[in-house]
């Protein structure tokens, strides 16, 4: 059998039907099998959109030229159907492509009182000066402190990670100025918290002792906007026909609805749900931290002004699609061990995190599409509905 996620009629199939396909697909063994029959098993388990126990199956995802059945752990079966139903469109004219555009993290120090400290015993005039003179000094003792970082964590360096970089930012607080110090760190496949949290407080003596000031803080920061990952794709306009709307109607519907959600943060922060969507869902069932590539969406949306995080053109015949967004996720580390997340990944046959977090991204850029077309077109509650009724009879 070729391996392909496009199966004609996949959710119509039995779920041993189902299940059969995706263990030759993902190579899966009887310990996988047990595992997702033990998920069945639990009281609330409904068979409803491909769900298979833990996961719910999107279908029809080619992303950079390589086939994906992806997990999605959420209630909303609807989502599933519309992530499914894009990429099949996506699909037919070569697949989402996708890539990152850095991939490095950053951790905040925060340094205090750095005018009080600086002064004493020295003849500055202005705190201007000040901070002046401690940033130079920190920036001298840049390759000593990237080394401390990197000695707090061994494993990350000898794999090719590991502190690459510090920035400094001045911040005025209601409490004052701040100087906050940046550590850059490529974590490779780990989210990164824990690494940097670490490096954090290992050059918290050597950055003191060098600006003699106070600090407060040390933590990763969530706003990952070095750590982006960009997604493309197209669909013939003619393809996006539903119902009695035509495909050009459909496009016209998607552009006025993305127009609004440029500009009305009301309709923007709804815009953006629906790609968190799909992101959330393959994001949890992978077993990462859902809440940092949140708060990290949002903050990204948000960087001039809140707006989309999608950005949506119709040129020569096609509906143009790019999402840009950061993207911290891991394929090892923390929860991504668990026995559920594992067989997550299995089923998805991704080899590190950069290559989850293209396919992830992927999946927030075909439900945002799907949304906007059902908005755009004979409105959502159809589609919605009669999935939301089937999950109540089956619940009953
Ligand atoms: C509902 O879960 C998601 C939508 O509201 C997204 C959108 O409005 O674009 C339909």
């Not at 995190?353 to 949304?371: D, I, P, T």
Request: hydrophobic letters at 40%.
């Amino acid at each position: 059998m070729a391996l392909t996620s496009a199966v004609q009629g996949f959710a119509k199939l039995s779920l041993e039907e189902k299940i059969n396909i995706l263990s030759e697909f993902s190579d899966l063994n009887e310990d996988d099998l047990n595992l997702l029959k033990k998920y069945r098993e639990l009281p609330d388990f409904l068979e409803l959109e491909n769900n298979i126990g833990p996961f719910k199956i999107a279908t029809n995802f080619l992303v950079n030229g390589k086939d994906y059945f992806v997990p999605m752990e959420l209630e909303e079966p609807s989502v599933v159907a519309a992530a499914s139903r894009i990429a099949k469109l996506v699909r037919a004219e070569g697949g989402f492509k996708g890539e990152y555009l850095d991939s490095k993290m950053i951790g905040q120090l925060q340094l205090l009182d750095v005018k009080n400290i600086c002064s004493e015993g020295t003849m500055h005039r202005s705190e201007d000066e000040c901070i002046e003179e401690v940033k130079e000094k920190l920036l001298e003792k840049k390759e000593e402190i990237l080394k401390i970082a990197n000695e707090s964590n061994k494993i990350i360096f000898e794999l090719g990670g590991g502190a690459r970089d510090i920035e400094l930012r001045e911040i005025e607080t209601e409490r004052g100025k701040n100087l906050v110090l940046h550590l850059i760190v490529d974590t490779l496949d780990a989210m990164g918290a824990n690494v940097i949290n670490t490096m954090l407080e290992a050059i918290t003596p050597i950055v003191t002792d060098i600006t003699g000031g106070r600090y407060c803080l040390r933590i990763i920061s969530n706003f990952a906007d070095k750590r982006i990952v960009s997604v493309t794709a197209k669909i013939k306009v003619e393809n996006l026909a539903i119902g009695n709307y035509s495909g050009e109607k459909v496009a016209n519907g998607i552009l006025d609805a993305y127009a609004l959600a440029k500009t009305d943060i009301y309709r923007a922060s709804t815009h953006n749900k629906g790609c968190m969507n799909g992101i959330g869902a393959v994001v949890l069932a992978t077993g990462n931290d859902w809440r940092a590539i949140e708060a990290g969406v949002h903050s990204y949306a948000a960087r001039t002004k809140y707006t989309s995080i999608t950005e949506l053109s119709v040129e020569n015949g096609f509906l143009v699609g790019k999402i840009e967004i950061p993207m911290a996720i891991a394929s090892i580390g923390g929860a991504t061990n668990s026995k559920k997340a594992r067989l997550a990944m299995k089923i998805l046959r991704v080899k590190n995190a950069k290559e989850l977090g293209v396919v992830v991204a992927s999946v927030g850029l075909a439900n945002n599409l799907g949304a906007l077309s059902a908005l755009g077109s004979e409105g959502i509650q159809k589609g919605h509905m009669r999935m939301h009724e089937e999950f109540i009879k089956l619940g009953k």
